[in-house]
């Protein structure tokens, strides 16, 4: 097992991963911008390291700060939360070279499943279902309008490193394709350096259900059951769930076993999430993403297992506590993200939380940085706190939410606590009733 683990993120997250460091009695360093020296997960750490300003290319992506942390503090192994560099190939190979086990999969599996042409290459070699579309690049118009008539109008062009819902365009009839193409590939080409795009079939009403892996770092993978996350706003997810209200036993005894088959046929290590989109009782992937995702909480919830403990042993070569016949899914668990934004506008609301105050009892978890008298630094998402409710079933977990949303106080600052409060009054939401565009139209006053 580790002696001292180096945590390279901040926010929630950051206080998290300590959280299991601290149980498991491995010694905490944290790294963070002049920004957060005044951060919970910062004074909670065994050790702290400022590696920069607040601009994250200055601090919380710079490389060559957090090696040279790891080293002066002598950390063996690196846990990089989401974002940030959680998806660097290079940052793992770079931590590798100096002997310090990254916790996450190998640099060349988060390379495959970065490229997402690559990725859905792979996932169809394994077994997966993917969306219909074309098999790797397209970059003339003649070749895309063939595919897009082979496959049906609407389609969707996604760009191959394209991630937080950008680079994304919807072709409606052959006359929008020309354009879609274009900007599209142009939009890849400025926000990640690779204009590279790809086609696919654009689903009108499916939902996004994910499966959570994890490969024990023997060859041997495992499902943690789905969350279901179609409560999105511009491809954002806002509400998770799980189980989906969607899916019977069987269906998610069906995808669960194809997705840990696959990453064990790919010799996978660690945790991971295999998305798809549903729709008419058919799975179609989108993308694999290769660390624990924001909303891990509510598989944890159903499941009882700490998915980040579970992190830490795999990469420590200790695999995992559990076999997949020893995972059973309990009851019924919800997120809702808590941001410092406008509920109706979305615009950021940075500043001070003058009062914080957060609900309990039986099946409530709250996992936020933040106090009061806490200052909000506009540098970083406006993710402020996760609100995760647990039920015998999703009847009484909704009544649990309602109440605990209800004693939730943040003053000084927006946020989406308002959201969340209309939504647990709404009948579709009751009714489990919602595909990846219900919210919008929500927002817009359509439902
Ligand atoms: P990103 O990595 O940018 O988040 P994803 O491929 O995961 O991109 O897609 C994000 C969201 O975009 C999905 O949850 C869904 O709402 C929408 N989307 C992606 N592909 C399709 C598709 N083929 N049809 C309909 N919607 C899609």
């Known amino acids: 097992m580790f002696q001292k683990i180096l945590i390279a993120n901040r926010g929630e997250i950051a206080l998290r991963v300590l959280r299991a460091c601290k149980e498991l009695g491995i010694q905490t360093v944290v790294v963070h911008s002049t920004a957060d020296a005044d951060a919970m997960h910062v004074r909670l750490a065994d050790e702290s390291v400022c590696i920069g300003p607040p601009p994250s290319r200055d601090s919380y992506l710079n490389i060559h700060q957090i090696v040279a942390a790891c080293e002066i503090t002598g950390a063996d192994a690196v846990h990089p939360g989401y974002g940030f560099l959680s998806e660097n190939a290079k940052f793992a190979d770079i931590l590798a070279a100096h002997n310090i086990t990254f916790i996450g999969p190998s640099g060349d599996h988060i390379r495959i499943m970065g490229d997402k042409i690559e990725a859905k290459r792979t996932a169809k070699r394994l077994g997966i279902p993917v969306v219909p579309g074309s098999d790797g690049a397209v970059t003339d118009q003649k070749e895309a309008r063939r595919i897009a008539a082979e496959i049906g109008y609407p389609v969707i062009i996604k760009a191959s490193a394209g991630g937080g819902g950008r680079g994304m365009k919807v072709a409606l009839t052959e006359a929008d394709l020309e354009i879609a193409l274009q900007t599209a590939s142009t939009e890849a080409g400025a926000a990640f350096g690779d204009d590279a795009v790809y086609i696919e079939k654009y689903l009108e009403k499916p939902r996004h259900i994910e499966v959570q892996v994890f490969g024990d770092g023997f060859g041997r993978g495992v499902h943690f059951g789905e969350r279901d996350c179609s409560l999105q706003r511009r491809h954002q997810k806002v509400w998770e769930e799980a189980p989906s209200p969607a899916l019977n036993a069987e269906e998610r005894a069906r995808i669960g076993g194809i997705c840990a088959k696959a990453i064990a046929d790919l010799g996978y290590s660690g945790a991971g999430t295999i ?22 909480p509510v598989t944890e919830a159903i499941t009882g297992i700490d998915l980040v403990h579970e992190q830490i042993r795999v990469a420590s070569g200790g695999g995992l506590s559990v076999k997949q016949e ?34 309990g009892g039986l099946g409530i978890r709250v996992d936020s940085g933040v106090y009061s008298g806490y200052k ?71 439902e």
């Open 376 to 446: 909000i630094p506009p540098y970083y998402d406006s993710l402020i706190g996760k609100l995760i409710v647990h039920g015998r079933n999703r009847v009484e977990c909704m009544m649990r939410l309602r109440r605990a949303l209800d004693e939730f106080v943040v003053d000084g600052i927006k946020t989406t606590l308002p959201l969340f409060r209309d939504l647990v009054g709404n009948a579709d939401i009751a009714n489990g009733d919602y595909d990846i565009h219900w919210l919008e139209k929500y927002l817009a006053g359509e």
């Open 326 to 359: 020893d995972i059973k899914f309990n009851g019924h668990a919800i997120e809702c993200r808590i941001n410092a934004e406008d509920p109706r506008t979305f615009t950021p609301s940075p500043g001070t939380i003058t009062h914080f105050h957060t609900p």
């Open 275 to 296: 998305e798809f989109l549903y729709e008419n009782g058919e799975f179609y992937f989108i993308e694999m993403n290769t660390r624990l995702q924001v909303e891990h």
